[in-house]
């Protein structure tokens, strides 16, 4: 299978003012086209600079970042991203709040196109009704719904995902994580998500990588072998059980080296 | 219900506010020379109404138009500030140093560098006077912008100047009404400073110091009364446009 993403040895340091500050060491990654790659580690590993090397938004030090056999030095167009934080414009309707991607990457496409677009994006995610509200009139979770919308509506390639789930109570973030893998199954499209949430890794993955303590390197690669089809009750099988319990013992290991 | 109390109450605050005034020079048995009360205006305005309507006029199309200009300049310097850190920290000492001179004491250096051009001195003092608070709310505005607001754009290509228009400027809307009010009221003191110290026949200023020379005191307080009314007409303009382009900004109160 052709790897969309690849990452090839890439070393990044932030300048701080006591000195150069690495975050990322030698990193190596592939996602093939149409996979969920979720990648975990301990807090501060520099696992949000990763997306940002991935969306083009920085550039490493040292190593390679390409997505379509292409090299990446600038953003591109075939990129969506969604935060932790849902980012929603609060002087835009919900329905304009999503339509805005499609205003950078396809200025010419009719109005009533794009409202038609993200009107079935939002219905997808269970937002029909609410296209004429304002963010603030939106609970956390439904924002975050919103947030993905946008992220998705101009069918990009890739979806990076930085914690999108992370601010969410465990129903809601459970009801979310149903919800990317219906949106994925009607538009398929790669995926790097973020997480700190071994579960949320395992249930939406098809690969975990788990990162190093900072500099970060892939330390280990999970390839979760569930079915493609998967309910929140397969978190409950001894497989997955198994699984979560591997990742743990790695978190840990990559923990250690951390604190020394 | 809502309407009433809408209009009824600033009305009944305005009411009790002249009783209160004129309740305290009756009690101290003032005469109007050393405090003239509320009573005594109407005369001033019927006799001088003709006076009060031009000069009040110059007075405001002048601190208006000071005030254009410094929501322009304001805005442009706020951005330069908010987009470039060099530019913050070489304009930052010299804006709080400028906005630090009394700018009284700025009224004759105007008054020489432009002899007569009594117009373009008040409207630049309005200006002077104003476009401080204007300035520093654009730059901390942008300069504060969360980095994924401007990634969820940049991250799809977009330039500069797409961010700015799409999501910088409107983000900072609420902030620049915040000190567009601030302004209106600085804008008004700047033209009357030129007004009173340096009169030249123009403005309620001129108004208020011929009152001062001629010893009518009623009329400087009618003065007073029609500034602090204009002051409050310019203000709720600056409401009125921060409802239609910042609306958003309100939250409902519940």
């Not at chain 1, 995902?161 to 893998?181: I, K, V």
Request: hydrophobic share 50%.
């Amino acid at each position: 299978m052709q790897n969309l993403i690849e990452i090839k040895g890439v070393t990044h340091a932030y300048r701080t003012k006591n000195g150069p500050l690495p975050v990322l060491d030698r990193l190596d990654l592939c996602v093939p086209k149409g996979e969920f790659c979720a990648v975990v580690g301990p807090s501060g590993c520099g696992k949000s600079t990763l997306t940002r090397l991935i969306a083009g938004l920085m550039k490493p030090d040292q190593g390679e970042v390409w997505l379509h056999g292409e090299q990446i030095t600038s953003p591109r167009k075939t990129v969506g991203m969604a935060f932790q934080n849902p980012v929603l414009l609060e002087w835009r309707s919900i329905l304009e709040n999503v339509i805005l991607p499609l205003e950078i990457v396809a200025p010419k496409m009719p109005r009533a196109e794009r409202e038609a677009r993200a009107h079935h994006l939002l219905a997808m995610v269970g937002l029909d009704g609410f296209e004429h509200k304002r963010p603030s009139e939106l609970s956390g979770g439904m924002r975050q719904r919103a947030s993905l919308c946008r992220a998705i509506v101009h069918k990009p390639d890739v979806l990076i995902m930085d914690e999108p789930f992370g601010a969410l109570d465990n129903f809601t973030r459970e009801d979310l994580w149903q919800t990317m893998r219906e949106l994925r199954a009607a538009e398929p499209f790669t995926c790097v998500l973020i997480t700190h949430d071994l579960r949320e890794s395992v249930f939406l993955g098809d690969q975990v990588v788990v990162l190093s303590g900072r500099p970060a390197k892939a330390q280990f690669v999970l390839n979760v072998d569930l079915p493609a089809d998967r309910t929140i009750d397969v978190l409950y099988e001894p497989k997955a059980s198994e699984m979560l319990h591997i990742l743990r013992d790695q978190i840990r290991i990559a923990q250690g080296r951390e604190a020394h | 219900m809502n309407r009433l109390q809408k209009f009824g109450v600033p009305l009944v605050a305005v009411i009790l506010f002249l009783l209160f005034w004129e309740g305290i020079v009756w009690i101290n048995d003032w005469p109007n020379y050393v405090m003239a009360s509320p009573s005594d205006l109407p005369a001033a305005y019927e006799r001088f109404w003709k006076l009060f309507l031009v000069m009040g006029w110059q007075t405001l199309w002048r601190t208006v138009l000071g005030l254009v200009l410094a929501v322009i300049f304001g805005t442009v310097i706020g951005m330069i500030m908010g987009f470039s850190q060099i530019a913050r920290q070489g304009l930052y000492p010299l804006l709080v140093g400028f906005n630090a001179v009394p700018k009284a004491t700025l009224v004759p250096v105007i008054a020489l560098l432009f002899i007569g051009q009594h117009d373009f001195n008040t409207v630049l003092m309005a200006f002077l006077i104003s476009f401080f608070p204007i300035a520093v709310s654009v730059g901390i505005g942008l300069s504060t912008l969360e980095p994924e607001y401007r990634d969820i754009l940049r991250a799809l290509g977009a330039s500069k100047v797409t961010i700015f228009w799409k999501i910088a400027l409107p983000k900072t809307l609420p902030e620049f009404f915040g000190a567009l009010k601030v302004s209106v009221t600085l804008a008004f003191i700047g033209t009357n400073l030129v007004e009173i110290v340096s009169p030249h026949g123009r403005g309620l200023g001129a108004l208020f110091k011929s009152g001062e020379t001629n010893g009518d005191y009623p009329l400087m307080f009618a003065v007073l009364i029609a500034l602090a009314v204009l002051g409050i007409v310019l203000y709720y303009a600056v409401v009125a446009l921060e409802k239609i382009f910042a609306g958003w900004a309100e939250r409902p109160a519940n």
